[in-house]
């Protein structure tokens, strides 16, 4: 089969894949809506019926599920592309760490409880980190490089777990608070929610879109994209600053999840390739698909409560991601 016969499969099966795990995520909870009241629910939104009413309030955690995958997806394949490991997350930046001190600072010192207060919070600790990180490898020869974004990145994030857990671990009233967020949820998201972190999602995708050509160069090495008129710092500093918006506008409402923004990109590679017109659609659409499957799991599993999605992710995608990385020769990027 042809590489665009592949692609193009791949992106419908995809397709169907989301929107089925869409119809499930509005369907499975504490009460089992069946599919054809969910679809009298969608055409009458006014009935009033108490279908209705279940089907309308589970709607924004289904589209905040499909966003936030979406994002998790697409940061991770920028991710990759900047530092040029296939098997890099948006936490080599260390972006959720970032984030996860500033809310642990804020519950801890500030007394917030509201998520609104956490998406300002967690943006902040994400983008004041990305910044320090991308400053600490610029210095020196040859500026920021992908080995020293990732040796500065991972250097930095052992160092803010370390504050993290001293000025958490004291407090068991911060504990309790935080370790929730930790955790990783995205139930119980409004449409105010959704509408406060849209822009910078909006933002960071198409960065995201508009580097496709110019990350590609850079895959084939900072002197040869340098010599085909790319401005490499430039670039790798616009897609770090797109998955930081990307991952952070998440993080500030879920919580860290982790595994999407790692395996999804990876997998896609390696069935598809390395080419990022291919890799950030489809890291967005299988990762959309993956935090809705997670979070449907999660509710089906933990019946009559309901398991936190990161906990799921964490479940489904480090024993495979393990097997894969043993038994499988990732593609060069």
């Known amino acids: 089969m042809k590489n665009g016969q592949r692609v193009i499969g791949i992106t419908l099966l995809g397709m169907i894949i989301l929107a089925g795990c869409m119809l499930a995520s509005v369907a499975y909870g504490s009460n089992l809506i069946p599919i054809g009241q969910i ?32 994002a998790l997806g697409v940061s991770g394949a920028l991710m990759q592309a900047v530092t040029r490991n296939p098997i890099a997350d948006p936490s080599v930046l260390g972006v959720n760490t970032g984030a996860s001190l500033f809310v642990v600072i804020g519950i ?6 509201s998520s609104q207060q956490y998406i300002w919070l967690a943006f902040a600790g994400a983008a004041l980190t990305a910044v320090f990180v991308y400053g600490i490898a610029s210095v020196g020869y040859g500026g920021p490089t992908s080995i020293k974004l990732a040796l500065a990145g991972t250097a930095t994030g052992t160092a803010l777990s370390a504050l993290v857990n001293t000025i958490m671990l004291p407090d068991s009233s911060v504990m309790k608070e935080f370790r929730f967020w930790q955790v990783g949820s995205i139930s119980g998201t409004s449409w105010g929610e959704i509408r406060t972190i849209l822009p910078y999602l909006l933002v960071g995708f198409v960065l995201a879109v508009i580097l496709i050509p110019a ?30 918006l990307l991952c952070a506008a998440t993080t500030a409402l879920a919580g860290p999840i982790g595994f999407v923004g790692l395996m999804v990109p990876h997998f896609v590679r390696l069935t598809l390739g390395a080419d990022l017109k291919t ?18 799991l999660g509710r089906v599993l933990g019946s009559p409560g309901e398991l936190e999605v990161g906990i799921v992710t964490a479940v489904l995608g480090a024993p495979v991601f393990i097997l894969v990385a043993k038994k499988a020769k990732v593609r060069s990027l």
């Open 39 to 70: 679809l009298q629910a969608l055409q009458n939104p006014d009935s009033g019926t108490f279908e209705a009413s279940v089907v309308w309030a589970r709607i924004p955690r289904t589209m905040f599920g499909v966003l936030a995958g979406a």
């Open 108 to 113: 801890a010192w500030m007394h917030i409880t």
């Open 215 to 244: 990350l590609n160069a850079l895959a084939l090495g900072d002197e040869l994209a340098a010599g085909l008129g790319v401005n490499v710092q430039l670039v790798r500093a616009l897609a770090a600053l797109g998955g930081v």
């Open 279 to 296: 890799v950030i659609p489809l890291s967005a659409l299988y990762g959309a698909a993956l935090l809705v499957l997670a979070d449907v």
